[in-house]
């Protein structure tokens, strides 16, 4: 063995110390062990295997799915002296023939391979003819069905243990529940390796929650007031969205590109390209954008539509001041992102216990965004680590008031009851809070629904609160997205229970609204 893994520090990478659990794992690694290190994004992954690299005889071989990184990674290598390359379709095959002569020869310490790449049998059989010193498999929860990386290549990768029983094994991924983490060990066949767990906090990550009204101009006027001239990440769920936000964001003199899937791959490189290397530019993306994009200063990751999952959003967040320096996660959140989320699922391809999985995800989505505690406290729970109140987060610096919405809830899930009589219509939020509040439009005397006793039992609550109530409804489960009627909404088990008056609720207090020009139609 050359060099010690600290004396490799040091002298190839500049740094002083150690981070966390890098002694560790590298120390178990050079000593030929497997191991799964799950640290967040930005916490030092990359060195776990690239000293050992470095230390052990032979080549270290890098399975990444993030083909457009792979030749700024290696160039960052090359540029410290270590001798790196890359196998992807990105090449000729001048280009990657010299490469597999490179790693023949003994001469490389790295080498990246897409896993499709990897799993053809002329590369299995170039690795066979050479001499591998460990397989480093990153973005690992790229294994797991259920996440939204999953990439089926990466089902293939336990043939490695297969083929080199001897040559340790290190998975690494920012992805860390405890259901995610057990599903890479199976399928990678890691069952015996430790797992490495570094604290998934962000202390200088600022997160927030706002109820969302009129988004865009949410959105504009939290960038002109905290982040002028940062540089930030704004993610939508639709393409369409994407483009809009993009342009709508130019035309109030904040400079923004947008990335999504739909672009063709020149315009997304182009785009990632000016994005990492200008100032104060804003990326409005979908969650295509991020993976494996190191920019270390975004000082700010909005979200205008709600993420599918927590682990998304601690994913979409975290690429929040990696520099370490004071950032802020930004969320707007509303009544129709959980009618429409919870109609996503409803119509979505898959078997029940898929449906049901998505729908545990929104849930506990839905109860970070409502909870009325911390709110780092709630996303690190889901972790499972515990920390105490973070007096960093919208809720600790100012706690919301909760108020009892047990009357106004039986007033909504009556009037919910009468209208599902007439469920071959589709009656969506908007509607419902109209009869509540007693407003006589077209569509009311369409169907007579003035008549109704319900109509106008709610005036006393403005339309934000109603539909506060309803969201919140709707995210604890008391209210549901009709399977079949578009937007409709209808009773659940745990409806009945609140109109019988057995279960009290406590709903939060939104914030009161300026007064603005318009108000929103609901639907
Ligand atoms: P990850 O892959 O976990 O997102 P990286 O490996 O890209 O994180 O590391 C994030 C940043 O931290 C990089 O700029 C890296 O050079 C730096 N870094 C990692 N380990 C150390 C260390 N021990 N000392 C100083 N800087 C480090
Ligand atoms: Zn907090």
């Not at 002569?101 to 049998?121: C, K, M, N, S």
């Not at 690494?172 to 604290?199: G, M």
């Not at 039986?410 to 509540?436: C, M, N, P, T």
Request: contains cysteine; hydrophobic residues 40%.
């Amino acid at each position: 063995m050359s060099a010690s893994p600290l004396e490799t520090l040091q002298r190839v990478f500049g740094y002083d110390s150690f981070r966390g659990d890098q002694k560790a794992v590298i120390d178990h690694v050079v000593s030929g062990g497997d191991a799964l290190v799950l640290m967040p994004t930005g916490g030092g992954k990359s060195l776990c295997y690239q000293i050992p690299a470095l230390v052990l005889p032979g080549t270290c071989v890098v399975v990444s799915p993030l083909i457009a990184l792979m030749q700024d990674q290696v160039d960052a290598l090359i540029e410290l002296g270590v001798k790196a390359a890359f196998l992807n379709s990105s090449q000729d095959w001048r280009t990657a023939r010299d490469v597999e002569q490179a790693f023949l020869a003994g001469e490389l310490d790295l080498l990246y391979v897409a896993p499709e790449r990897l799993l053809t049998d002329r590369c299995m059989d170039l690795l066979s003819q050479g001499r591998v010193s460990l397989f480093a498999i990153d973005e690992a929860h790229c294994v797991s069905q259920w996440g939204h990386d999953f990439r089926p290549e990466y089902l293939g990768l336990s043939i490695l243990h297969e083929r080199w029983p001897e040559v340790p094994r290190l998975a690494l991924t920012a992805t860390a529940t405890a259901a995610t983490r057990r599903e890479i060990a199976e399928r990678l066949e890691l069952n015996q390796a430790p797992h490495f767990v570094a604290s998934f906090d962000r202390p200088n990550i600022q997160y927030r929650i706002v109820e969302k009204n009129e988004v865009r101009k949410q959105l504009l006027s939290f960038i002109q007031a905290e982040h002028e001239g940062d540089c930030g990440i704004v993610y939508c769920l639709s393409r369409a969205r994407v483009e809009e936000t993009a342009t709508f964001l130019c035309d109030n003199g904040i400079p923004a590109l947008p990335y999504h899937a739909g672009l063709n791959a020149a315009v997304r490189a182009q785009n990632q390209a000016r994005f990492l290397r200008e100032e104060g530019m804003v990326m409005v993306a979908t969650i295509a954008f991020g993976m494996g994009v190191n920019k270390p200063d975004v000082r700010f990751v909005a979200h205008i539509d709600l993420p599918k999952s927590v682990e998304g959003y601690y994913q979409e967040t975290g690429r929040a001041g990696r520099d370490g320096l004071p950032a802020t996660a930004w969320l707007a959140y509303g009544l129709q992102d959980v009618v429409q989320q919870r109609r996503m699922i409803n119509e979505s391809a898959g078997d029940d216990a898929f449906r049901r999985r998505l729908g545990q995800q929104l849930d506990a989505m839905l109860g970070l965004c409502e909870t009325v505690g911390c709110r780092r406290q709630r996303l690190l729970a889901y972790f499972d680590q515990q920390i105490e109140p973070c007096g960093n987060c919208d809720t600790c610096l100012e706690p919301p008031q909760a108020w009892d919405g047990t009357v106004a809830a039986q007033k909504i899930l009556s009037a919910v009851y009468r209208l599902w009589r007439e469920r071959g219509q589709r009656f969506g939020a908007g509607h419902l809070i109209d009869i509540l509040r007693g407003k006589s439009t077209d569509r009311i005397t369409q169907y007579g629904h003035q008549t109704l006793t319900v109509f106008g039992i709610g005036a006393d609550l403005s339309e934000q609160a109603w539909r506060g109530v309803l969201r919140q409804l709707l995210a604890q489960s008391l209210l549901a997205v009709d399977q079949e009627g578009y937007g409709t909404l209808a009773l659940t088990e745990g409806s009945r229970a609140v109109l019988k008056g057995e279960h009290k609720l406590l709903f939060r207090r939104e914030p009161e609204k300026k007064a603005r020009g318009s108000s929103r139609a609901a639907g």
